[in-house]
């Protein structure tokens, strides 16, 4: 268990639709990452938030968007669903970034999304 | 813009041998980490071990040990006495330690992975 929790571990939903994944990062980490686990695109980095402010974007497309909390758990949230979202999205936490520190990653569970 | 590579998709290997998984990279920071992950069929997804850039000293962690050539820009991960639990997507990763433009945040930029399969 890494102490990385996240919910539901699965969502079914139509086209169109927008649905919210919670994400709450290990005890005393500052940092979350969103990464997306599909079959075609592999495992891509989304967005990174640092203690409340948005740190770092990657292939985040613009009908999906995240935010972290005051007590820093995070949702991403994806709307206008299509087809090509279904894919499993993972939730990592990492601590306090230190210079030359290795700022490890440690991942949730996923949340596997499946768009009908 | 960094890319990792893994160029065997599949591996399989006896129980109790050992097996070696090869990944490459291309950067042009000087400053990195590297980190192998494995996925099991749980789909979770597993720190195995890391290798700090700076460092000569290839890391070590139990049964696993890597082979980080920063020259050559490759870092293979070394399975020893393989196990049935060892079965499992494994998946090489970078990640820059800046702050600001394209590197910013830590970002992990992940291989396609090797599937490898510990046969009884």
């Known amino acids: 268990d890494s102490g990385v929790t996240q919910t539901p571990k699965h969502l079914i939903t139509a086209t169109g639709q927008r649905v919210t994944l919670r994400c709450s990062p290990r005890s005393g980490d500052l940092s979350v990452y969103w990464y997306q686990q599909s079959l075609d695109q592999g495992l891509q980095f989304l967005i990174q938030?640092?203690?409340?402010?948005?740190?770092a974007k990657g292939n985040i497309l613009e009908r999906f968007s995240a935010q972290q909390f005051p007590d820093l758990h995070s949702e991403l949230n994806l709307s206008s669903l299509e087809l090509g979202d279904s894919a499993l999205y993972f939730c990592?936490?990492?601590?306090?970034?230190?210079?030359?520190?290795?700022?490890?990653?440690?991942f949730g569970p996923g949340t596997r999304l499946t768009v009908l | 813009a960094q890319t990792v590579t893994q160029s065997q998709p599949e591996m399989s290997v006896q129980e109790a041998e050992t097996v070696t998984l090869s990944c490459t990279y291309d950067?042009?920071?000087?400053?990195?980490?590297l980190f192998w992950y494995k996925q099991p069929p749980s789909r979770q997804m597993i720190l195995v071990i890391r290798?700090?850039?700076?460092?000569?000293q290839n890391a070590t962690e139990n049964r696993f040990s890597v082979n980080f050539q920063k020259a050559a820009k490759s870092f293979s991960l070394k399975i020893s006495d393989s196990q049935l639990g060892d079965t499992a997507m494994y998946f090489c990763?970078?990640?820059?330690?800046?702050?600001?433009?394209?590197?910013?945040?830590?970002?992990?930029?992940f291989g396609e992975g090797t599937q490898l399969t510990v046969n009884p």
């Open positions: 950067t042009s920071e000087n400053n990195y980490y």
């Open positions: 990592a936490s990492s601590a306090l970034y230190v210079v030359d520190i290795p700022d490890t990653q440690y």
């Open positions: 290798q700090e850039a700076y460092k000569q």
């Open positions: 938030y640092y203690n409340g402010e948005e740190r």
């Open positions: 990763a970078f990640m820059t330690t800046g702050w600001g433009g394209e590197t910013s945040g830590s970002r992990l930029t």
